[in-house]
């Protein structure tokens, strides 16, 4: 059985730093991509980074490019989102997701990545 658990989520003043891990299990964590979404109040869900496991790309959606950082230790089948200099707009359940590593790379990260964990609530105050 596939499960994606996240931790790491809270409450942080604008210009912060947090550190969200996926703590991955049920599957070949080295042949999938694992993702994160996010959903803030009132707002669809977005693909904001992945990581390929297997080849080591990576994916970040503009308005994180250069604050966050996604990263993976495929010794402990755990990724881990970076993110500094959070923002108040930043503010969101953040989920963990996973997908064929061959799939990521063809088509979008929503359709490619549909195991997913129940998130972690992010608070971004200003």
């Known amino acids: 059985e596939v499960q994606l658990v996240e931790s790491g989520g809270g409450l942080v003043q604008a210009g912060g730093s947090l550190r969200l891990s996926c703590a991955a299990s049920?599957?070949?964590?080295?042949?999938?991509?694992i993702g994160w979404f996010r959903q803030a109040p009132g707002k669809e869900r977005e693909g904001i980074s992945y990581?390929?496991?297997?080849?080591?790309?990576?994916y970040y959606v503009d308005s994180v490019k250069g604050r966050f950082t996604i990263s993976s230790d495929n010794a402990k089948n755990t990724n881990y989102l970076h993110m500094n200099g959070l923002k108040p707009e930043d503010t969101a359940v953040y989920y963990c997701?996973?997908?064929?590593?061959?799939?990521?790379?063809?088509?979008?990260?929503?359709?490619?990545?549909?195991?997913r964990g129940k998130g972690t609530l992010v608070i971004v105050s200003s």
């Open positions: 997701a996973a997908g064929p590593s061959a799939l990521v790379a063809e088509i979008p990260m929503e359709e490619a990545m549909q195991q």
């Open positions: 049920g599957f070949s964590f080295g042949d999938y991509a």
């Open positions: 990581i390929d496991n297997k080849h080591g790309h990576t």
